[in-house]
């Protein structure tokens, strides 16, 4: 099964072979960097059509962290195009954190089609790297869709009181799902801005001593079998 995957691979570096040669070149991330907003806009809509439930269900509970004012501080790592706001409780204050400025544009969009949330600000910087973003000053930090890509999960993880999730992982092993995402991991990486396929982040979450993990592995109903595999759930520290 290693010497196929091995081979598989090869023949998606020869197939990719102009992606990689442009990232050599250090010209494949700027260009990755200009057009993923614009593909995540419109996979966030389909996203979000198929997991609306979930997602519901998700966030359900938010408002319970809100602080002794009764509103809700909000930071989201890894905001995207800002496709989570709908489904916050009115009021919350939300910081957003990204590392690319590109996104910029498509948060002013989701911002003025959600007037039910208070925006304070769009940090351009790593989720690792949160120094402009006071310790102890958020009672909630959401993470959908980010930890397949972030450098250290383990950083992420420390942020925040309650740590909320929605993430695409690795499929079981032994499984033709497994198979594919492992074959097709290396191209994917750069294809989709650093994501990772066969991460298998419920591992991190588990590591994280929380006192309270609530975590559920689903099939999501996507029509890319490779990103079905999900994890979802909220830890407290």
């Known amino acids: 099964m290693e010497l196929t995957i091995f081979i598989l691979r090869l023949a998606v570096y020869i197939l990719a072979f102009p992606m990689y ?7 494949w991330s700027w260009m990755c960097k ?3 907003p614009y593909f995540l806009m419109r996979f966030s809509v389909m996203y979000n059509e198929q997991m609306a439930s979930k997602k519901r269900e998700l966030f359900s509970n938010l408002q319970e962290f809100a602080g002794p004012s009764g509103k809700l501080s909000l930071l989201e790592v890894g905001c ?13 204050r939300v910081t957003c954190i990204d590392p690319n400025p590109n996104f910029e544009k498509f948060l002013i969009k989701s911002i003025a089609e959600n007037r039910h949330l208070q925006f304070e600000r769009f940090v351009v910087a790593a989720g690792e790297n949160m120094h402009q973003v006071a310790d102890g000053s958020m009672d909630v930090v959401v993470c959908t869709l980010v930890l397949c890509s972030v450098e250290n999960q383990e950083q992420i993880l420390r942020e925040g009181g309650a740590f909320y999730f929605m993430e695409h992982v690795a499929a079981e092993r032994s499984t033709w799902n497994s198979f594919w ?36 592995h689903i099939q999501a109903p996507l029509p890319w079998e490779l990103v ?10």
């Open 80 to 92: 995207g195009t800002g496709t989570n706001f709908k489904f916050y409780p009115p009021g919350c």
């Open 21 to 27: 040669l442009l990232n050599f070149l250090g010209l």
């Open 228 to 237: 079905r595999p999900h994890v979802y759930g909220y830890a407290v520290k």
């Open 34 to 36: 200009k057009w993923f």
């Open 181 to 216: 995402q492992q074959v097709l991991d290396p191209a994917w990486y750069l294809l989709f801005d650093g994501c990772n396929l066969t991460r298998e982040s419920w591992k991190a979450l588990e590591r994280a001593n929380f006192s309270k993990l609530k975590l559920q």
